[in-house]
T-cell receptor
Framework: GAGVSQSPSNKVTEKGKDVELRCDPISGHTALYWYRQSLGQGLEFLIYFQGNSAPDKSGLPSDRFSAERTGGSVSTLTIQRTQQEDSAVYLC?????????????FGSGTRLTVV | SQQGEEDPQALSIQEGENATMNCSYKTSINNLQWYRQNSGRGLVHLILIRSNEREKHSGRLRVTLDTSKKSSSLLITASRAADTASYFCATGGTNAGKSTFGDGTTLTVKP
C-alpha cells in the first residue's frame, strides 16, 4: 500500500486478556520495526525484522510480548496476559532496509488501554 | 537509556520566528534522523543526515551534525502555527539495525 497500515487504531482490553496488533508495511520495505510510546514520552524500541534474518528481540520487555512477520510482509505483535503498564501507543514502521541510511515510515499507531 | 536526547524539552515561539532544537548522543552513529509527531500518533520523517555530512537543507529545515561533539541541531525558519508538534531525533548506530529515539522537543508556535 501507499503507507504503513496499523490495526486496530484503538483497543481497550481487560487486564489479563491477550491482544494482537497488526502492521502492514510498505510493499518492498524489507525492514519492519515495532516501538511503543507512553504518554508524553519518547519511543521505546521493541523488536525489528530484516528480510529473512532472525529478528532482533532485544527490546521486548517481557516474555508476554512476541511478534512474527509472515512472508516478509505483515507483522503481528502479541501481548499475552496484558497488564496496566502495557497501556501505550504501539507504533510500527518500515524502511527499505535496516542498518542503512533510510528513514522510517510510521503507521498511525494502535492506542492500547488496559483496564 | 536513550541514545539521543533533545534540548530543550519544550519551546514556545511566535509565528515567523526561527526555532532551534538540539540533539546530543553518546556513541558512534551511521546517521541521524529528525521526525515530527502531531497529536501523539505516527511520526513523519523530516530529514536524514549521514555521519560524513555536516549540513543538510529541506525547505525551511536546516540540520547540522557535529560528530566531534556528538550533537545535531534542527532549525525551522519562519515558523508557522502548523509547525506546532513534537520533534524527535533518532540515531542509526554503526552496528545496530534499528534507530534509537530521544524523548523529543515539544514546539508551540503561537499565531
Amino acid at each position: 500500500g501507499a503507507g504503513v497500515s496499523q490495526s486496530p487504531s484503538n483497543k481497550v482490553t481487560e487486564k489479563g486478556k491477550d491482544v494482537e496488533l497488526r502492521c502492514d508495511p510498505i510493499s518492498g520495505h524489507t525492514a519492519l520495526y515495532w516501538y511503543r510510546q507512553s504518554l508524553g514520552q519518547g519511543l521505546e524500541f521493541l523488536i525489528y525484522f530484516q528480510g529473512n534474518s532472525a529478528p532482533d528481540k532485544s527490546g521486548l520487555p517481557s516474555d508476554r510480548f512476541s511478534a512474527e512477520r509472515t512472508g516478509g510482509s505483515v507483522s503481528t505483535l502479541t501481548i499475552q496476559r496484558t497488564q496496566q503498564e502495557d497501556s501505550a501507543v504501539y507504533l510500527c514502521a518500515s524502511s527499505l532496509a535496516a542498518g542503512e541510511n533510510y528513514g522510517y515510515t510510521f503507521g498511525s499507531g494502535t492506542r492500547l488501554t488496559v483496564v | 537509556s536513550q541514545q539521543g536526547e533533545e534540548d530543550p524539552q519544550a519551546l514556545s515561539i511566535q509565528e515567523g520566528e526561527n526555532a532551534t532544537m538540539n540533539c546530543s548522543y553518546k556513541t558512534s552513529i551511521n546517521n541521524l534522523q529528525w521526525y515530527r509527531q502531531n497529536s501523539g500518533r505516527g511520526l513523519v520523517h523530516l530529514i536524514l543526515i549521514r555521519s560524513n555530512e555536516r549540513e543538510k537543507h529541506s525547505g525551511r529545515l536546516r540540520v547540522t551534525l557535529d560528530t566531534s561533539k556528538k550533537s545535531s541541531s534542527l532549525l525551522i525558519t519562519a515558523s508557522r502555527a502548523a509547525d506546532t508538534a513534537s520533534y524527535f531525533c533518532a540515531t542509526g548506530g554503526t552496528n545496530a539495525g534499528k534507530s534509537t529515539f530521544g524523548d523529543g522537543t515539544t514546539l508551540t508556535v503561537k499565531p
